[in-house]
């Protein structure tokens, strides 16, 4: 879980400083962390980062659950 909240500040960063592919990196480590105990938190830091990858691949977590 921290694990996660490190990479969504680390996401934030990128997307401060307009860095595409520490962003798209970013969004990697986080769509294989995406469990049960996150996912809300994921999704929230997804929509405030502008993580539209994220986002997609959260809705669908939450159509499967």
């Known amino acids: 879980l921290h694990y996660n909240i490190m990479t969504s500040g680390l996401l934030d960063l990128a ?11 970013c969004e990697q480590i986080i769509r294989h962390g995406i469990s049960v105990h996150n996912v809300a938190m994921l ?4 929509i405030k980062y502008e993580a539209k990858v994220i986002c997609f691949i959260l809705i669908f977590y939450f159509e499967d659950i």
Do not use: D, T
């Not at 997307?15 to 990196?25: A, D, F, G, T, V």
């Not at 999704?43 to 997804?46: D, G, I, N, Q, T």
């Open 43 to 46: 999704y929230a830091a997804a």
């Open 15 to 25: 997307n401060s400083y307009c860095e595409p592919i520490l962003k798209r990196q």
